[in-house]
C-alpha cells in the first residue's frame, strides 16, 4: 500500500507539471504499462473515469458518460486488488444512476469483453484501424513527439472501447522502442518494446495476430541479443587483450629464467 501511495503522489506531481491532465494521465497509463504495474495502470484508468465523469456531469454530454464507463471497464479488467475492484464496481453503479438521471434515462454505452472472448478481427476492423493509422503517421509528421501522439491515442482508443486500434498502437509503440533501440544500442528500449507487445499480448484474443504479435517478439529478441553480444564483444575484447599480453610477457619471463 506504501508503494501505491508513492506512486500515487508521483502522478499529482506529473499531473500538476502538465498542461492538460489528460496528457499527463496518459504519460502514467505509458510508464504503468512500462513497468507492468498493473495495479497503477487501473488506477490511472480509473482516475481518466473519473476525470470524464467530473466532465459529463458539468456539461451533461453522453460521450462523457461513455468515456468514462470505458474506461472503468478498462479498469476493472486489469484489476487483481479486491478492494479496487469494490471501489470501481461502486463507480460504475454511481456513474450508470448518474447518468439515468441527468441525461433522461440514458445508460451509458460500453464493451465487456469477457476472459474467453474469441473476437475476431474482420476485414472491416482492419481497413478501419489501416486508414486511421494512415492518417495518423500523416499527423505525426508535424508532431513534435511520436511517443506522445502513439499515447494519447491509445488513450483516445481506451475511452472509445476499441480494442483494434487499441492493439495497433500498443504494437506501434513497441515497433518505436525497437526502433530505437537498434539505433541506439539501448538495451532499455528493448525492455520497452518487450513491455508493450506483452501488454498488446494480454489484451489480444484473435489467434492470427496473436501470432504476428509472437513472431514481433521473437525478432526482438532475436535484435536484442545482437546487441548484447555486440556490446559484450566491446567490453569483452579489451580486457581479453590485456589478459592475453600478461600470459604473453609471462611465458617469455619463464622462458628467460630457464
Given at each position: 500500500?506504501?508503494?501505491?501511495?508513492?506512486?500515487?503522489?508521483?502522478?499529482?506531481?506529473?499531473?500538476?507539471?502538465?498542461?492538460?491532465?489528460?496528457?499527463?494521465?496518459?504519460?502514467?497509463l505509458r510508464?504503468?504499462?512500462?513497468?507492468?504495474?498493473?495495479?497503477?495502470?487501473?488506477?490511472?484508468?480509473?482516475?481518466?473515469?473519473?476525470?470524464?465523469?467530473?466532465?459529463?456531469?458539468?456539461?451533461?454530454?453522453?460521450?462523457?458518460?461513455?468515456?468514462?464507463?470505458?474506461?472503468?471497464?478498462?479498469?476493472?479488467?486489469?484489476?487483481?486488488?479486491?478492494?479496487?475492484?469494490?471501489?470501481?464496481?461502486?463507480?460504475?453503479?454511481?456513474?450508470?444512476?448518474?447518468?439515468?438521471?441527468?441525461?433522461?434515462?440514458?445508460?451509458?454505452?460500453?464493451?465487456?469483453?469477457?476472459?474467453?472472448?474469441?473476437?475476431?478481427?474482420?476485414?472491416?476492423?482492419v481497413l478501419?484501424?489501416?486508414?486511421?493509422?494512415?492518417?495518423?503517421?500523416?499527423?505525426?509528421?508535424?508532431?513534435?513527439?511520436?511517443?506522445?501522439?502513439?499515447?494519447?491515442?491509445?488513450?483516445?482508443?481506451?475511452?472509445?472501447?476499441?480494442?483494434?486500434?487499441?492493439?495497433?498502437?500498443?504494437?506501434?509503440?513497441?515497433?518505436?522502442?525497437?526502433?530505437?533501440?537498434?539505433?541506439?544500442?539501448?538495451l532499455s528500449?528493448?525492455?520497452?518494446?518487450?513491455?508493450?507487445?506483452?501488454?498488446?499480448?494480454?489484451?489480444?484474443?484473435?489467434?492470427?495476430?496473436?501470432?504476428?504479435?509472437?513472431?514481433?517478439?521473437?525478432?526482438?529478441?532475436?535484435?536484442?541479443?545482437?546487441?548484447?553480444?555486440?556490446?559484450?564483444?566491446?567490453?569483452?575484447?579489451?580486457?581479453?587483450?590485456?589478459?592475453?599480453?600478461?600470459?604473453?610477457?609471462?611465458?617469455?619471463?619463464?622462458?628467460?629464467?630457464?
Amino acid at each position: 500500500m506504501a508503494s501505491l501511495a508513492n506512486k500515487l503522489q508521483k502522478l499529482e506531481l506529473l499531473l500538476k507539471s502538465q498542461h492538460s491532465k489528460r496528457v499527463g494521465y496518459g504519460k502514467a497509463l505509458r510508464e504503468a504499462i512500462l513497468s507492468m504495474d498493473h495495479s497503477m495502470e487501473a488506477e490511472v484508468l480509473k482516475s481518466l473515469g473519473d476525470l470524464h465523469l467530473r466532465r459529463g456531469k458539468l456539461s451533461k454530454d453522453s460521450a462523457e458518460f461513455d468515456k468514462a464507463a470505458a474506461l472503468y471497464a478498462a479498469a476493472l479488467l486489469r484489476c487483481t486488488d479486491p478492494d479496487m475492484r469494490q471501489t470501481l464496481e461502486h463507480r460504475i453503479g454511481y456513474m450508470e444512476k448518474l447518468s439515468r438521471q441527468l441525461l433522461q434515462g440514458y445508460t451509458p454505452h460500453f464493451v465487456w469483453l469477457p476472459p474467453g472472448y474469441r473476437g475476431k478481427i474482420t476485414k472491416h476492423n482492419v481497413l478501419r484501424v489501416a486508414k486511421f493509422c494512415s492518417r495518423l503517421d500523416l499527423s505525426i509528421e508535424k508532431s513534435s513527439s511520436v511517443e506522445e501522439t502513439y499515447t494519447e491515442m491509445l488513450v483516445t482508443s481506451i475511452e472509445n472501447g476499441d480494442i483494434f486500434l487499441e492493439l495497433e498502437l500498443l504494437k506501434s509503440l513497441g515497433d518505436l522502442y525497437l526502433e530505437k533501440g537498434k539505433k541506439t544500442a539501448n538495451l532499455s528500449q528493448f525492455s520497452k518494446a518487450a513491455a508493450m507487445y506483452g501488454k498488446a499480448l494480454t489484451r489480444c484474443q484473435d489467434t492470427d495476430t496473436k501470432q504476428t504479435l509472437h513472431h514481433r517478439v521473437l525478432y526482438m529478441v532475436k535484435i536484442w541479443h545482437a546487441v548484447i553480444m555486440r556490446r559484450v564483444s566491446i567490453i569483452v575484447s579489451p580486457s581479453v587483450n590485456s589478459v592475453c599480453k600478461m600470459c604473453l610477457k609471462d611465458t617469455i619471463i619463464l622462458k628467460e629464467e630457464n
